[in-house]
């Protein structure tokens, strides 16, 4: 009993964050079934509502799962029990941080989506190329193999050819600081 505390704790939090009931899933799996990322993971999107259901929250977290889901929110619209899956695994993303339990082989997927963050929190908008050098530098220093650090270079030319990579930065955003203060107040939503 000394243990259910902070796990139901930790189930509570996850779902006052994903605005959802994960008692609610039943497990009829229309989830899964709807989810076009499912064959890449490694667990069914079902399987972490259940993990999460039984308080295995860092066992959900772990998963490559979490991190290969792209938000397209098929699931949160198929489920009956109108379970917010998609919101769930968000909350995990996050928790996968805190919790420093992300899986390795989804490191460089972590770097990629700092760096497209850390783009916006500093120009207000994207920047590809300042993006890109984060990207390659955080994958770096993250596994250390210079190979791997190159490894997209002969896609830069053709991609620049076709219009894909923008060299040019579009006009700066006005109001930085309110782009700032959206991130702040995500930052203090998750933290609580
Ligand atoms: S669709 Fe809803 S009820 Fe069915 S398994 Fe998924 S989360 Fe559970
Ligand atoms: S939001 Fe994620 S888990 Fe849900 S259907 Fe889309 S990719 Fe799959």
């Not at 009956?80 to 996968?96: E, F, M, R």
């Not at 040019?168 to 998750?190: D, Q, S």
Request: hydrophobic share 40%; with cysteine.
């Amino acid at each position: 009993m000394s243990h259910s505390v902070p796990k139901n704790q930790e189930i509570a939090r996850i779902e006052t964050l994903a605005h959802t009931k994960v008692a609610d899933c039943y497990q009829c799996g229309k989830c899964s079934a709807g989810c076009p990322m499912v064959e890449k993971m490694d667990v069914l999107p079902s399987t972490l509502i259940r993990l999460v259901q039984y308080g295995d929250i860092e066992k959900a977290a772990s998963t490559t799962a979490v991190w290969q889901c792209v938000s397209c929110l098929t699931c949160s619209t198929r489920c009956p029990k109108s379970v917010n899956i998609a919101g769930v695994i968000d909350v995990l993303k996050q928790v996968s941080l805190e919790k420093k339990c992300v899986h390795p082989k989804i490191k460089r997927v972590v770097a990629f989506q700092k760096s497209f963050l850390n783009t916006i929190y500093r120009n207000g908008r994207t920047n590809e190329l300042e993006m890109v050098a984060e990207y390659k530098i955080r994958g770096f220093l993250g596994d250390l193999n210079p190979l791997l650090a190159l490894k997209d270079a002969d896609l830069g030319l053709p991609m620049f050819l076709r219009g894909k990579l923008h060299i040019k930065v579009g006009a700066p955003v006005k109001n930085k600081a309110l782009v700032r203060r959206i991130f702040a107040k995500c930052t203090e939503t998750v933290r609580k």
